[in-house]
């Protein structure tokens, strides 16, 4: 079956750097995204990854190894507004997106 | 730009009836989908369209219908509300197969609970 893997929580402090991992088991593969879910709003997309390596997006980054089915969301200086939960997400060779459940960060002044 | 909007924001529904919640874009993206979320679950696809027309079934369809009359609608229907079917609903559209990434972006979200 299909499967995306990521923690359930975590826990950073304000001005520090936090990683959030995914693991991912899909039919095919068609690119890795990445949004971001304040509680009671939308999924608003935040990257994109197809081939292996690290994009850079301001105080974002995220990081792909395919042959490792593996990717990382890694967030700089952190703010309190990047309380939220992070959502990882494989597109599949159907061209659907598989979820993961997200993983619900908690900034610490 | 709207972008895509959803209708209605919430909605208490009894048992047994129907609704149809609304979705409308603005972007002329070809692709359109219906999510459900619940807590502690990934979204998960009802049913999708890759182009007007057109509809299939995504891993959660039982109990819910679609129909993609024109590219701007995406209307999704309980024809008979069961309790199991109370969650956030989000409607979401991608330009799929064109120059970008196919990425999907979201609607407000309908907050149904069936009572």
């Known amino acids: 079956g299909q499967n995306i893997d990521q923690p359930t929580e975590m826990t950073a402090t304000e001005g520090a750097i936090v990683q959030i991992n995914c693991t991912y088991q899909t039919s095919g593969f068609n690119g890795l995204f990445w949004y971001q879910q304040h509680a009671g709003e939308a999924p608003t997309f935040l990257s994109y990854?197809?081939l292996d390596g690290l994009e850079e997006k301001g105080r974002f980054s995220s990081f792909l190894s395919r042959s490792k089915g593996y990717s990382y969301l890694l967030l700089k200086e952190l703010q309190m507004k990047d309380s939220a939960s992070y959502l990882c997400a494989v597109m599949d060779s159907n061209y659907q997106l598989i979820w993961g459940a997200g993983t619900k960060l908690i900034i610490k002044p | 730009t709207a972008g895509i909007t959803q209708a209605p924001t919430s909605q208490i529904l009894a048992a047994g009836r129907s609704m149809t919640l609304r979705c409308t874009q603005d972007?002329?993206?070809?692709?359109m989908y219906w999510y459900r979320q619940d807590l502690g679950l990934g979204l998960r696809l009802i049913h999708y369209s890759n182009t007007a027309g057109t509809t299939g079934k995504g891993e959660v369809p039982d109990g819910y219908s679609v129909s993609r009359a024109n590219t701007d609608d995406f209307p999704l229907t309980l024809a008979s509300a069961v309790p199991s079917q109370t969650s956030v609903y989000f409607c979401?559209?991608?330009?799929?197969?064109?120059?970008?990434?196919?990425?999907?972006?979201f609607g407000p979200g309908t907050r149904l609970t069936v009572l």
């Open positions: 990854n197809v």
């Open positions: 972007m002329r993206h070809n692709a």
């Open positions: 979401a559209s991608s330009d799929l197969g064109g120059a970008g990434t196919d990425t999907q972006y």
